[in-house]
């Protein structure tokens, strides 16, 4: 099975700040990554699904980018709705499987 | 708009069984496969198998097989997954998630249910 190792585990910054996200697999997926958000007491959102792509009504200022074993997501302007918890979920290999989470606090 | 509505929540004794339903609307349940995820406390989210809703079949993670049953009604627009043989580990949230329609999506979840907390406690 794939594991995946989300980095940093919590990630403090400002509303306005630029976001950096890291995902590594331990294989390649190629590029078979999600990213969803998800918010306490709520299901996850998907935002960016096959590295790049983003999911119908997601706002520009997600992207993602990668392929292989190495993969980001960049918020570019915090809003203060970005602050909860992402996970990276690869689709590559059987079975699927999620990263730990990162947490977007505010500063 | 898609929702996906599951049922409420369950307290169940060691050994005993749970039932996780999923109704969804406002789209054809037939044209995407659902999925089902759980999330223990404080832990990351977890596949444990799908369904094909047209003819199905399903397959289910290796840690899960022999214990989970994932079923649909098609003329109910609703998905189920049962747990046989719980145990303490087994105190999740779990979820049911839509798989965006399209071969090339398989494995993508476009949408969630909200959630189905199952406590497992003697």
């Known amino acids: 099975e794939i594991v995946l190792t989300q980095s940093p585990a919590t990630l403090s910054l400002s509303p306005g700040d630029r976001a950096t996200l890291s995902c590594g697999a331990s294989q390649s997926v190629s590029f078979y990554l999600a990213w969803y958000q998800q918010k306490p007491g709520q299901a996850p959102r998907l935002l960016i699904y096959d590295a790049s792509n983003r999911a119908t009504g997601i706002p520009a200022r997600f992207s993602g980018s990668g392929s292989g074993t190495d993969f980001t997501l960049t918020i570019s302007s915090l809003e203060p709705e970005d602050f909860a918890i992402y996970y990276c979920?690869?689709?590559?290999?059987?079975?699927?499987?999620f990263g730990q989470g990162t947490k977007l606090e505010i500063k | 708009q898609v929702q996906l509505v599951q049922s409420g929540a369950e307290v169940k004794k060691p050994g005993a069984s749970v039932k996780v339903s999923c109704k969804t609307s406002g789209y054809t349940f037939t044209r995407n496969a659902m999925h089902w995820v759980r999330q223990a406390p404080g832990q990351r989210l977890e596949w444990m198998g799908w369904?094909?809703?047209?003819?199905?079949?399903?397959q289910y993670t290796q840690k899960f097989q022999g214990r989970i049953t994932i079923t649909r009604d098609t003329s109910a627009s609703t998905a189920y997954m049962e747990v046989s043989s719980l145990r303490s580990e087994d105190t999740s949230v779990y979820y049911c998630a839509r798989e965006t329609a399209g071969s090339t999506m398989i494995g993508v979840f476009d949408y969630w249910g909200q959630g189905t907390l199952v406590t497992v406690s003697s």
């Open positions: 979920q690869q689709r590559g290999n059987w079975p699927y499987t």
């Open positions: 369904i094909n809703t047209v003819n199905g079949n399903t």
